[in-house]
């Protein structure tokens, strides 16, 4: 029949085996040697006559038996030694092992928390190039070029998914401004017409804004500075689903474009806005 496995961890296994050592090291020392001359007792037979009560324990049996109880004190003090510094040892290897495994997990997280930052960048870049171009070419007054507008396109919905599927690595408010951050871009995208060509410095900060948080994401509490500078940037308003569906993102990045614009300290003019030349 084939034997059963012990169940259990290394350190469970190697604690049982250590204890059962112990006491099969204790009894063996307990055992008196075989052939070993056993001392010889009294009769426990009450005795009788005079004299009786003055006699007194052989000075040698009574030297055994306290050498005896000495040797059992000196084994029972090393067995308790040793199994204490077998838990303590058992405590601390736990202990260790599980320090281990947090940091291994925390690196994991780490690591896959900064690929999507990565990722996020990336497809950050890859959208506002196009929305640049299309902005500089309203302002000039430009004929637009269509093959930016679907590389725009194509883009933002990769940074779309690629925000929603990493969800669970970031933060509620990273979600949150990300989100409202891709509106705005997509405003843009959907405007055909500017109130002023500063736009592509508004869409410059806002994807900065968007940037700078995905640091902090992987660098929680860290000085992003000491890596990169943080520029300047604007963080898009607070917004609903409820209210982003009823004024579009359209509407919403106009929202944004005033409040970034007040900011600035700009006065908005009464002049025609700049649209986009398609013809």
């Known amino acids: 029949m084939a034997q059963r496995q012990v169940e259990g961890s290394p350190g469970s296994r190697l604690l049982v085996a250590a204890l059962a050592g112990l006491v099969a090291a204790g009894l063996a020392l307990l055992k008196p040697a075989r052939g070993a001359p056993v001392p010889e007792v009294p009769s426990a037979h009450p005795v009788t006559g005079p004299g009786v009560a003055d006699a007194k324990m052989p000075e040698e049996l009574k030297l055994r038996l306290e050498h005896h109880l000495q040797i059992e004190r000196i084994i029972f003090d090393k067995l308790l030694i040793g199994l204490l510094l077998v838990v303590a040892g058992f405590g601390v290897n736990v202990l260790v092992e599980g320090i281990k495994a947090a940091a291994a997990q925390t690196q994991y997280l780490l690591d896959k928390r900064l690929d999507a930052a990565m990722a996020v960048r990336a497809s950050l870049d890859a959208v506002t190039a196009p929305l640049y171009q299309i902005t500089l070419d309203a302002c000039e007054q430009n004929k637009e070029n269509e093959e930016n507008e679907d590389l725009a396109e194509k883009a933002l919905a ?78 898009p308003l607070a917004w609903t689903p409820e209210g982003l569906r009823s004024m579009k993102t359209s509407g919403y990045m106009n929202k944004n474009y005033e409040a970034w614009r007040t900011r600035q300290g700009s006065v908005p003019e009464p002049t025609e806005p700049i649209c986009r030349v398609t013809k």
């Open 158 to 235: 990769e940074l779309r998914k690629i925000i929603n599927t990493n969800s669970l690595l970031f933060d509620e408010q990273y979600m949150n401004d990300a989100e409202g951050a891709v509106a705005v871009l997509d405003g843009v995208l959907g405007q055909d017409c500017y109130a002023r060509c500063d736009v592509t410095e508004f869409i410059e900060q806002v994807s900065q804004y968007l940037t700078d948080e995905s640091r902090q994401q992987v660098m929680p509490g860290g000085n992003a500075a000491v890596i990169a500078p943080r520029g300047k940037s604007f963080k």
